[in-house]
């Protein structure tokens, strides 16, 4: 079984910043697409950012300019550091990553609890 875990959420004001972290444990032979997602009340799930094991990265737009994604590979781990933020950016986050236990194992899609961010005066 593979488990991600999330952390950094929490409550912050407009134009503050918070930097989300998530940690794949776990049977993992390899993890190919990390990403994180988010779904505020009333909404549909939405990709926010991805990142390759290569490094390639791909933000939605409302992301660019003011979100970054990154992984340590040796960690198994992902972050999302948010600047700028917005209330509109008030949502549940999401971790996400393709993962398969053995190297003739197919990739799976593995979700996180999700951590809270809101952004709120």
């Known amino acids: 079984q593979v488990q991600l875990v999330e952390s950094g959420g929490g409550l912050v004001q407009p134009g503050g910043s918070l930097r989300l972290s998530c940690a794949a444990s776990?049977?993992?032979?390899?993890?190919?697409?990390m990403g994180w997602y988010r779904q505020a009340p009333g909404k549909e799930r939405e990709l926010v950012a991805a990142?390759?094991?290569?490094?390639?990265?791909n933000y939605a737009d409302n992301a660019k300019g003011r979100f970054t994604i990154s992984r340590d590979n040796a960690k198994n781990t992902v972050y999302l550091q948010m600047n700028s933020l917005k209330p509109e950016d008030t949502a549940v986050y999401y971790c996400?990553?393709?993962?398969?236990?053995?190297?003739?194992?197919?990739?799976?899609?593995?979700w996180g609890q999700g951590t809270l961010v809101t952004v709120s005066s």
């Open positions: 776990g049977s993992i032979f390899s993890i190919n697409v």
């Open positions: 990142i390759t094991s290569g490094g390639s990265t």
């Open positions: 996400n990553a393709d993962s398969r236990r053995a190297w003739f194992d197919r990739y799976r899609q593995i």
